[in-house]
Structures are given as C-alpha cells and as structure tokens.
C-alpha cells in the first residue's frame, strides 16, 4: 500500500543499485544481532547471521543503522487474544493470501499504518470496528476535518476525532482518505480502552475512560549497540530514546541512526 512518490523513490534505487553494482556488496536475508566497539582501536565489530547460518563478524570504523526504529512487530498484551477464534495479524507480517473481503475486521492501532489500511479495507465492503483511531492533530487539521466530515450528522464523529493535546506530542500523519473512510456505514469507530478480547470479539470500555499506559518494541531490537566497557544503548534508551539530531547518540561514536520519516527525538 505505499503511495506512488514512494514508490518512485524506492525505484530509483534498485536503478542506482544496478548503476553502481551495489548488489555483490549486499548481505540478504541477514539479521544484525550486535554491534560492540574497542574503544582503544575505534574498530566496530559486527555480528551478523544469515538464515539459520553461524553467527559472523564483520569489521569498520563506521556504522549507519537504516533499519528504522520499530522494526519488530509488538502484539498488544491484551487479555483474551489468544482465545480468539478469528485469525489475528499483525500489520508488519500483512499475509497476502488471506482475503478480507465481506469479514468483520477490527483494527488496533492509531498510526502510520491505520490511516493507510484502514480506507483500502473500508472500500473492499469489510465491516471495519476500530479501537482508538488516528486522531489527527487538533488545531492543523479542525478545516480539513470539517471538510472531510461536514453535517451536523458527523459533529460527534468530529468531536471524538480531535485531540486534546498540543500539535507535535504524536506523529503528524497526512492522509486524504482516512476521516471519509471512518464516516462510511461499514465502519465503527470505538474510542475506549480494550478490557479484553474473547472468542468472538473484543470488548471495549465506554470511551473517557483513561487509558493504561502503553511501552513499544525495544528502539533497534534486536540489535545490541554498545562500546565495550559501557551500558549497551537498549539499557540507555530504556525510558526513551534521544539522539543528537537524531541521528547520533552521545557516548556512541561513529554510528549514524536514520529512523523513519518520523525522526528519532532529538536535541541540539
């Protein structure tokens, strides 16, 4: 479901690739499993595993991490899940041969992701239920919002939809299609916290309630950055991650992070 600038993008560099013969420099289907220093050389020791190969170590004096922030999927830890009798996926491990087409689909999930998938399955006549959906950002978004959803009809759809915190606290995401998609007759949108899930569906409290507080997939998992004789970089970001300009972490040399779109928080 990527958009075609991305898409374009992503073209130009299998071009530049194939330009440059890149490709016999590429490890495929290679997992980093740990980068780790010697402060006295300044040499980086790699540790790579390739398919159900042995571990091995590659050797450099600089390293850029391209794998994005969240790169491993995160089940939610709600009660239940495992008793449900329908099938459960993750968006990240989207299983192309399952056709959702006339299901009862619900959607856990507020970000980049949601506002993509959501209007696509809304479109295929799938009855989509939808805990906690992307609210937008309040003051940037209230004219698009009204344009979108306009009628008296959709005023407590426009109501739940709009944040009560200041612009730039969640990723500002942009989408075209996300608020129509939420109007559509297939589509309900619940705002309360997940109690659980049984066998049939999920279970939601009334929305207001104030929900629990939520952690992510481990920044970078699974790889384990570190300078040999210090805390490795997981322990440091374990309340949160920061980076100088968001590409480089205090302590840390020669390692560069390029995250998503959306960048790493970072101070100057």
């Known amino acids: 479901m ?21 490709e016999r420099n590429i490890h495929f289907d290679t997992v980093v499993k740990g980068c780790a220093l ?15 190969g042995r571990p091995q170590s590659i050797h450099s004096r600089f390293v850029v991490s391209a794998v994005g922030q969240l790169n491993l999927p995160r089940y939610p830890n709600i009660s239940g899940l495992d008793s449900f009798e329908g099938k459960v996926m993750h968006s990240a491990r989207w299983g192309k041969s399952r056709d959702l087409r006339g299901k009862h689909v619900a959607i856990s999930g507020n ?12 479109k295929i006549g ?31 759809l426009r109501k739940r939809l709009t944040p009560n915190y200041p612009p730039g606290c969640k990723s500002i995401l942009i989408s075209a299609d996300c608020y129509p998609a ?53 322990r440091s970001w374990a309340e949160g991650a920061s980076a100088y300009k968001g590409m480089t972490v205090p302590g840390i040399p020669n390692v560069a992070i390029i995250p998503a779109w959306a960048t790493t928080p970072s101070f100057s």
């Open 2 to 22: 990527c958009g075609p600038i991305f898409i374009a993008v992503l073209m130009s560099k299998f071009k530049l690739v194939a330009r440059y013969d890149v």
């Open 38 to 52: 010697d402060p006295a050389s300044g040499i980086w020791t790699i540790t790579t595993r390739q398919g159900s």
């Open 111 to 122: 970000g980049e992701t949601a506002v993509q998938i959501i209007p696509k399955l809304a």
């Open 126 to 156: 799938i009855y989509l239920y939808l805990p906690e959906v992307y609210k937008g950002v309040k003051k940037l978004t209230t004219e698009m919002l009204n344009k979108q959803l306009p009628g008296d009809a959709r005023a407590e």
């Open 182 to 234: 939420l109007s559509q007759p297939n589509v309900t949108l619940e705002t309360g916290e997940i109690v659980d899930v049984t066998p049939k569906g999920i279970r939601c409290l009334l929305a207001g309630i104030q929900s629990k507080d939520r952690t992510a997939t481990q920044f970078l998992a699974p790889m384990d950055i570190k300078v040999i004789g210090q805390e490795p970089l997981s």
